[in-house]
Every structure is written in C-alpha cells, then in structure tokens.
C-alpha cells in the first residue's frame, strides 16, 4: 500500500471510530436497551442497557450482524425513529443559529442586535428542552428511583401549576387515593406534555381524569379538537411527524414531547396511547400498575 492509500486508509478507520463514538454518546442517553448500526444492519455501538440485556460483552457484539437477535429485533424500528427524531430536534435550532450568526458576520451594520438576541435567545432555548428531554429519557430507569405515589394528588397539583390561563378550561374528575409506583418528577413531566399538547388542540375544553381500572391507574387527558384518525395515532409520538390533517404538531411546543411521555409511561411498567372520545377530539390515556 502506497503512502496516500494508507493515508485514506488510516483517515477512513478515524472517521468510522468517531462517528461510533458518537452514536454511543447519544444511545447512551436512551434508558431501554438500543444498539446502532449501519445499513447493512451491523453493530457499530451500543448502551449498557443492552449490554445488560443480553448478557454479552461489548467487545462480542461490535462489528456483528443483527440477525435474529431477540433483544434487538423488536427494538430496531424504534430506536431508528427515536435517533432520527432527537437528530432533527437538534439540526433544527442549530441550523437556525447559523443562519443568524453568518448574517450578522456579513452584514454587521444592518443587524437589529435586540432583535438578533431575541432569536438566538429562543433557539437556544429549544437547544437546552431538547437536551434536557435526553438527560430525562436516560436517568428512566423502571427499577430505580421509584416511590410510593399518590397520582390524584399529582394530577391536580400538576394542573394547578400550569401557567396562567392555562387551567381555566380544564375540568378535572380525579377518583381519591389513586396510588402508583412512579418516579415523581417523571410523571409530572408526562402529565404535563399531555396537557401541553392537549391546550394547543382544544376548541374549548380540556378534561383530565383519572381512575381505577383493571388493576391499572388510568389517567387520561381529553381535547375538544380534531379527532386523531386511526392510522395516524401511532405517528403522533414520533416528534417529527406531520399528520395529514389539521391536527398538526407545528402549532407550538418544544422538544420530543409526546415521544419523551411514552418514553417514560414504558420506564413505569404502563402505557400511553391516544383514542377518539366519544364527543369527538383526542384523549391520551397513560395506564400503570396500581401500587400492591
């Protein structure tokens, strides 16, 4: 091998090192197991979750195909989509902060610098909410950090919290000493995307309730607004979906959303759906285990 193709060659090795690298970082942040892979479907990286899951050794793993791998088989899709919903959240504001940045560079006399500030101000905030729904999404740990919980005290507090006028239009019907093992913190979060996303939607009213049932708590959140159709109430937690419909995600709101609220209701043993109500409208429905 001459000198320039060991070069290229030695520059090749350093380039897929780093891009592993980085695909660890950021699968590092995911609680569940997740592995990466090119598209020939070959280990490049992987978390300790999966590690743990398993039961094999990194060093056995890296450079392997996936091939009716159990762990990773039902686990592919999802962390594909979740990989391409935290890359788009972060391209975004970036992308916008460049764009500012290279304006004022060259053109220093005809920027408006309280305007400019203001901007770059509220991409950086996207920046910080995305970040932060990846710190949360990896201290999710189902086995940890959990306590005995009183969800009707939670949900009420949770909604006496939102911002002002943003709780005149939400009627509550909470059944007393509802209780569940959950991380506090967590939960707040959930409840609170969900009432997020179900102001932006509501014509007039939002209803969260909750209940016993089954041997669940069921807590739900309820909109007046435009029905989800049935095949698209999957899409609507993939943070970068665009529904056919009206009922878009771009009216507003920050981060991986709805997707970090699934994220944790599946940390908690429980999940999070999205249903048509009756009446019309959208309700999301979280269940969990009820505290034994």
């Known amino acids: 091998m ?3 193709a060991a070069g290229a060659a030695h520059g090749a090795s350093d380039t897929a090192a780093a891009a592993a690298a980085a695909a660890e970082a950021l699968i590092a942040a995911v609680a569940l197991p997740c592995l990466a892979m090119v598209p020939e479907l070959t280990i490049v990286a992987v978390n300790q979750a999966y590690l743990t899951a398993s039961g094999r050794r990194r ?3 890296l450079g392997c195909r996936v091939v009716a791998d159990p762990v990773a088989e039902p686990l592919t899709d999802r962390q594909r989509q979740f990989t391409a919903d935290a890359s788009h959240e972060l391209r975004t504001p970036l992308a916008a902060l460049r764009v500012r940045v290279e304006e004022a560079q060259l053109h220093p006399g ?3 610098l309280p305007d ?8 950086l905030d996207r920046l910080e909410t ?3 729904d990846l710190l949360l999404l990896r201290s999710l740990d189902a086995g940890q950090g959990l306590e005995l919980l009183d969800l009707t005290s939670l949900a009420a507090e949770t909604v006496a919290a939102q911002p002002p006028g943003g709780r005149r239009d939400v009627r509550l019907d909470l059944e007393r ?3 569940v093992r959950a991380a506090p913190r967590h939960l707040t979060r959930l409840l609170a995307d969900l009432l997020d996303n179900a ?7 939002v209803t969260v309730t909750l209940h016993r049932t089954a ?4 807590l739900a959140v309820a909109d007046d607004g435009l029905a989800v159709p049935s095949g698209e109430r999957e899409r609507v937690f993939q943070r970068v979906a665009r529904l056919d419909t009206v009922r878009r995600r771009d009216r507003g709101g920050a981060g991986l959303g709805l997707a970090t609220a699934r994220e944790i209701a599946a940390a908690h043993r429980g999940t999070l759906e999205v249903e048509v109500p009756p009446g019309g409208g959208a309700r999301f429905v979280l269940r969990l285990p009820l505290a034994g």
Do not use: K, Q, Y
């Open 116 to 123: 400019l500030l203001e901007h770059v101000s509220g991409d």
């Open 59 to 61: 060093e056995e793993l």
């Open 199 to 205: 102001r932006r939607h509501a014509a007039r009213e």
């Open 177 to 179: 000493g509802v209780t």
């Open 215 to 218: 041997g669940h708590a069921e």
């Open 110 to 112: 005809d920027i408006d």
């Open 130 to 132: 995305v970040v932060d």
């Open 2 to 4: 001459n000198r320039a």
